[in-house]
């Protein structure tokens, strides 16, 4: 069926920078997009944006673009999420996760989260 | 943008229906999503495009979808059912996920 594997918990300090990954396993992984899903601590699930990891085509939230960068490296079937300055507004827990067929579609697969902290 | 409202909490008595509401404007001409999220854990997709529930996921948890409203029903309400339940749909005119804003399911 799949499983999405995630980078361990992360603790930094404001203005460094940070990639997080997030690997597939169990499924082609060039065939399924996969999203980046921010949840900052006691709130609801934003969605970030989306890849093609076959060709990286991706899709941002306006309220993500420019803010984060999300690549893909298919050679190691995995995804990436990634900071160039954090802010301690960034401490949340992002979940990577695979929609059913096309990027519009409902999430099935769920990474297991990584938490991020960024704190002086 | 598009906009989706949940109520925050529901209470249920044990062994009896949950219903819980996501509203957003013409919510039925579009596919709505639900997700299961107990607890320090990822969420879990209980219902797809409206009415479909995946293996694995009990034939008590439903969902329907009309109008301005759309509703997961959960029956027959475990102590395991407890957590937050978010809908989510794709508004293609901004081509965006949008996520409610989740509602905590308790049993008592």
């Known amino acids: 069926e799949g499983q999405l594997v995630q980078s361990g918990a992360e603790v930094k300090k404001p203005g460094e920078s940070l990639k997080i990954s997030c690997q597939g396993s169990g499924y082609i992984f060039t065939n399924f997009w996969i999203g980046w899903v921010r949840q900052m601590p006691g709130k609801g699930l934003e969605w970030m944006g989306i890849?093609?990891?076959?060709?990286?085509?991706?899709r941002y939230s306006p309220s993500f673009q420019g803010q984060v960068t999300i690549s893909a490296d298919k050679s190691v079937n995995s995804v990436y999420l990634q900071w160039s300055s954090l802010k301690a507004t960034d401490t949340a827990t992002y979940y990577c996760?695979?929609?059913?067929?096309?990027?519009?579609?409902?999430?099935?697969?769920w990474g297991q989260g990584t938490m991020v902290t960024v704190s002086s | 943008s598009y906009d989706l409202s949940q109520p925050l909490s529901v209470s249920v008595a044990l062994g009896q229906t949950a219903t819980i509401t996501c509203g957003g404007d013409?919510?039925?001409?579009?596919?709505v999503h639900w997700y299961q999220q107990k607890p320090g854990q990822a969420p879990v997709m209980v219902i797809y495009r409206d009415i479909n529930r995946p293996s694995g996921i009990p034939e008590r948890f439903s969902g329907s979808n009309s109008g301005n409203t759309a509703t997961l029903t959960i029956t027959r309400a475990q102590v395991g059912d407890e957590a937050d339940y978010h809908c989510q749909v794709w508004d293609s005119s901004t081509d965006l996920h949008v996520f409610g804003p989740g509602t905590k399911v308790t049993v008592l």
């Open positions: 890849i093609y990891p076959d060709d990286s085509d991706t």
């Open positions: 996760a695979r929609p059913l067929s096309g990027p519009d579609e409902a999430f099935d697969i």
């Open positions: 013409n919510i039925g001409n579009k596919n």
